[in-house]
């Protein structure tokens, strides 16, 4: 069974550009959740989806958004970067709503210069 | 607030080097408490989840258990293979917590042959 994919891998960008990351669950997940690990910190909740709608958000500002798609993919999107977006950038997929296990996907790495 | 905090930081054993890695927190009430393993540059890959104080999970060299304020990964005769970050989480009780998993920083394992 194919755990959850992410792409890109890496990513380099300059300040006050946009970047878009996605994730495709584990199939049969219908929730994806969202979370930044940057340098010498611990993950940090970012965003929920499920069956296409926000649940729940973590402390970040609105240029962090996203959406999920009605194959249960999701994309998070991050407007007017700044130089402390760059972390590794984590998806993960659970098979049911806030309840289960959460699976995780081996992230994107986003650069900003 | 709720808070997870993981002890120790880092931790260097010898091959076969029995230990335990601790696990404390402070939430309003528990609804899940994970264990996740971290190789550098990946994403976390579950190893346990606990419900309720008393429970146990094994694993190969690893047992988890569970108390009302902690829980600890015990790693016995550990192999090199071992090494990694190990990343403990919690899911608590709460609108504002759905969804969401609160991660501690991690404990550094490093085991030498």
């Known amino acids: 069974e194919a755990g959850v994919t992410q792409s890109p891998t890496h990513l380099i960008k300059t300040r006050g550009q946009q970047a878009t990351l996605r994730c495709s669950p584990i199939?049969?997940?219908?929730?994806v959740y969202w979370y930044q690990q940057a340098l010498g910190l611990g993950l940090q909740f970012l965003l929920w989806?499920?069956?296409?709608?926000?649940?729940n958000r973590g402390n970040f500002p609105p240029r962090f958004s996203g959406r999920q798609f009605p194959n249960y993919s999701s994309e998070l999107n991050v407007n007017a970067l700044e130089l402390e977006d760059s972390a590794l950038y984590l998806c993960?997929?659970?098979?049911?709503?806030?309840?289960?296990?959460?699976?995780f996907g081996p992230g994107t790495r986003l650069t900003v210069l | 607030e709720d808070q997870v905090t993981q002890s120790p930081e880092a931790l260097r054993l010898q091959e076969g080097e029995s230990s335990s890695l601790n696990c404390s927190y402070t939430?309003?009430?528990?609804?899940?408490l994970f264990w996740y393993r971290q190789d550098p540059g990946k994403g976390p890959e579950f190893l346990f989840t606990l419900y309720s104080a008393g429970e146990e999970k094994e694993k190969e060299r690893l047992k988890a258990t569970l108390t009302k304020k902690e829980s600890f990964l015990h790693i016995t005769a550990p192999k090199p293979e071992d090494s990694a970050t190990y990343l403990c989480?919690?899911?608590?009780?709460?609108?504002?917590?759905?969804?969401?998993?609160?991660f501690g920083q991690g404990t550094t394992l490093q085991v030498k042959p």
């Open positions: 993960a997929s659970s098979p049911r709503t806030a309840t289960d296990t959460q699976y």
């Open positions: 989480a919690v899911r608590a009780r709460g609108s504002s917590n759905t969804g969401k998993l609160i």
């Open positions: 939430v309003s009430g528990l609804r899940g």
């Open positions: 989806y499920d069956e296409g709608e926000e649940r």
């Open positions: 199939s049969g997940h219908t929730s």
